[in-house]
T-cell receptor, first 114, second 115 residues
């Protein structure tokens, strides 16, 4: 399996507090992604990165920011958490050098905003 | 823009029987890939099967096979000889080659396997 580690695995936080989720990969893949999963919505892309310091928005980026200062790390920040951001967050990686490559996912972070 | 639609929120099957999960997609691109992912209660996302759009032959992986109808933009997953371990959420996804390499997912189908 692809080496992807998400931390923390679970987190409970209060409305209005900042939260940072971390994704760490050991595969040296160029592309990294943050998705959120909610019942009835599947997985939706929040932000993605196509290289160090190169990021772009996905379909549900409002309220989220990202940073990638090293190839192996991709951080997702909720500047001021809201209850609507209660979700399971998945990090994924891919390598476009392999045309057939799917995304490889981390094990997810369950975030609860109270 | 890519869209992926899974019209069956839930499905059930008897152990050892066959079940088909439906997926339709929409894209204006010609070079794309389609995937089925399985998500058991452990939350792990597991790749089940993948299909390249330019290949006419349907992909097969052991008990899992797809029916890829390119003109109809349909990509269904057939699970043969269903096992209790097949119970999970199944997500259909599409990826356009090049660009951001991102996957667009359907909303998922929850499969229950009855003993």
């Amino acid at each position: 399996d692809a080496g992807i580690t998400q931390s923390p695995r679970h987190k409970v936080t209060e409305t209005g507090t900042p939260v940072t989720l971390r994704c760490h990969q050991t595969e040296n893949h160029r592309y990294m992604y943050w998705y959120r999963q909610d019942p009835g919505h599947g997985l939706r892309l929040i932000h993605y990165s196509y290289g160090v310091k190169d990021t772009d928005k996905g379909e549900v980026s409002d309220g989220y920011s990202v940073s990638r200062s090293k190839t192996e790390d991709f951080l997702l920040t909720l500047e001021s958490a809201t209850s609507s951001q209660t979700s399971v967050y998945f990090c994924a990686i891919s390598s476009p050098e392999s045309r057939y490559s799917p995304l490889h996912f981390g094990n997810g972070t369950r975030l609860t905003v109270t | 823009a890519q869209t992926v639609t899974q019209s069956q929120p839930e499905m059930s099957v008897q152990e050892a029987e066959t079940v088909t999960l439906s997926c339709t997609y929409d894209t204006s691109e010609s070079d794309y890939y389609l995937f089925w992912y399985k998500q058991p209660p452990s939350r792990q996302m597991i790749l089940v099967i993948r299909q390249e759009a330019y290949k006419q032959q349907n992909a097969t992986e052991n008990r899992f096979s797809v029916n890829f109808q390119k003109a109809a933009k349909s990509f269904s997953l057939k699970i043969s000889d269903s096992q209790l371990g097949d119970a999970a959420m199944y997500f259909c996804a599409s990826k356009i080659q090049g660009g951001s390499e991102k996957l667009v997912f359907g909303k998922g189908t929850k499969l229950t396997v009855n003993p």
